[in-house]
């Protein structure tokens, strides 16, 4: 891996890619710092502190939630328009279409429906947020004029970290949108190992706990890298063909099936289920103390706050109910995403059309069946661990009493995930230099 980074270093070509990419994460930097005018600091970090939410938020920022700047929403609008623009095409049949059959205009039409959809969402997010700021006292500023204006300013933001992921993707190497997540979660480290290292000079005891949480910290990223590079290689034959007087004979392929076809998305999906509905309930309200009168919508207040401290009681993070619900949101939504990703009966039936077929298998039917057979086996492997990967990390943290580094299982995933991504296409650009120069020469 070392050896193609220098090489990749020394090509013209990827060397401008990867400036490129970090000019990119140069501006995206610079983005953070732009904050928006009339915050209360203190009354934000208060907010910060008490909603899960935000936490959730604000680490794929790289710390732009946290200073409240343009770009606090981060691209997490443009995320779940992608996710829910991939559902919608395996529902609606329009949208099969156009993705199947509509080739590059197609694709370019999708797109545009996914940039119109992060709009909107970015809209009601930004929304939402604006007015729970409001509420807490987080703006000087409480006229409607500059609500309007914090909404505009933080929609522009996501708008930008979109078109710079595009740009990445164009220009650069790797998944631009990636690369953002990517970016902002690294950020985030230099000032959790600062802290870490500054709390262990207080006795032997807390320097023992962090060289175990490295330990359990090195394992599960090696655990990480085996699960996006395992696959099952389902054996494959080509069928003998005749083009004119010649006979050329089948050769022998694999369709790769993956161990994780579902990524992070599953812990996404998860994730937001929890805590959406308890974030959502402190948008709705203030608190014990501001809510005054007795018409129906200081009832509503009212109403909307016990069911909050319900919530934090009962289903709070670091309850055994919790991460019960958690582990079995994230098994059934790995289930439900790989059968999206991966559509077994389109394979079987380009196999079909190929006149490639599985051998001891027979074409249609019973080659859909044995690949379904195949994927419940392994995206079940798949499930139980993402489940133990979402629920683990936060009960070892606990239980090491390390709480100045946080050791998540969606930063962690996107994070190795990412970096193979980006590696794996360096290498396959310094293949395809090679093959070209061997074709001039």
Same mark, same amino acid.
């Given at each position: ?5 220098? @090489? ?56 732009? +939630? ?50 119109? +959809? ?25 006229? $409607?004029?500059? =609500? ?12 930008? =970290? ?33 802290? $870490? ?19 359990? @910290? ?32 089948? &050769? ?17 999906? @998860? ?5 959406? %509905? ?20 200081? @009832? ?16 709070? %993070? ?40 599985? %051998?001891?298998?027979? %074409? ?21 661990? =993402?489940? +133990? ?13 390390? $709480? ?8 962690? +995933? ?26 001039? &020469?």
């Amino acid at each position: 891996m070392l050896n193609n980074l220098r @090489a990749a270093v020394l090509v013209p070509e990827i060397r401008q890619r990867i400036l490129f990419v970090l000019f990119a994460f140069a501006w995206f930097v610079f983005m953070i710092h732009v904050q928006l005018p009339n915050v209360n600091q203190a009354a934000w970090q208060r907010v910060l502190q008490s909603g899960a939410f935000y936490n959730l938020l604000g680490f794929l920022s790289g710390g732009a +939630l946290q200073k409240l700047s343009i770009i606090a929403m981060g691209i997490t609008p443009y995320i779940n328009a992608s996710i829910i623009m991939q559902l919608m095409t395996v529902v609606l049949p329009q949208l099969e279409e156009m993705a199947k059959r509509g080739g590059e205009e197609g694709r370019k039409k999708i797109s545009q429906y996914t940039r119109w +959809l992060t709009i909107v969402l970015a809209t009601v997010q930004a929304t939402f947020m604006a007015i729970s700021m409001e509420r807490s006292g987080v703006f000087y500023d409480t006229s $409607t004029w500059y =609500l309007l204006y914090a909404i505009v300013a933080m929609i522009a933001g996501t708008m930008f =970290l979109m078109w710079l992921g595009e740009q990445i993707s164009d220009k650069g190497i790797g998944n631009g949108v990636s690369l953002i997540i990517f970016i902002g979660i690294v950020l985030r480290y230099p000032q959790y190992v600062t802290q $870490t290292f500054s709390s262990t000079s207080q006795g032997a005891e807390s320097v023992l706990n962090l060289v175990l949480y490295i330990a359990v @910290a090195i394992v599960v990223i090696i655990s990480i890298v085996f699960l996006y590079q395992g696959q099952r290689r389902v054996p494959v034959q080509q069928a003998r063909r005749v083009v004119g007087r010649k006979m050329f004979a089948g &050769r022998s392929t694999y369709i790769p099936l993956r161990l994780n076809n579902a990524g992070v998305i599953s812990i996404i999906f @998860a994730i937001s289920i929890l805590l959406l %509905p308890q974030q959502a309930l402190s948008w709705f309200g203030r608190s014990q103390a501001t809510v005054t009168g007795t018409g129906f919508w200081a @009832a509503f207040q009212h109403g909307m706050q016990g069911v909050s401290q319900w919530l934090n009681v009962w289903f709070s %993070p670091n309850g055994v109910l919790y991460n019960i619900v958690y582990f079995l949101l994230v098994v059934v939504f790995t289930f439900f995403y790989s059968s999206i990703v991966l559509n077994t009966r389109d394979v079987a039936d380009n196999l079909k059309k190929t006149g490639a077929f599985i %051998p001891g298998i027979r %074409p249609g039917q019973p080659t859909v069946d044995y690949l379904n057979k195949i994927l419940m086996r392994i995206t079940t492997a798949a499930a139980i661990y =993402l489940g +133990l990967l979402a629920v683990l990390p936060g009960a070892v943290q606990r239980g090491l009493s390390v $709480t100045t580094f946080y050791l998540g299982s969606t930063s962690l +995933l996107i994070v190795v995930g990412v970096a193979l991504d980006t590696i794996t296409q360096i290498e396959a650009r310094l293949a395809m230099r090679d093959y070209r120069g061997f074709i001039k &020469r």
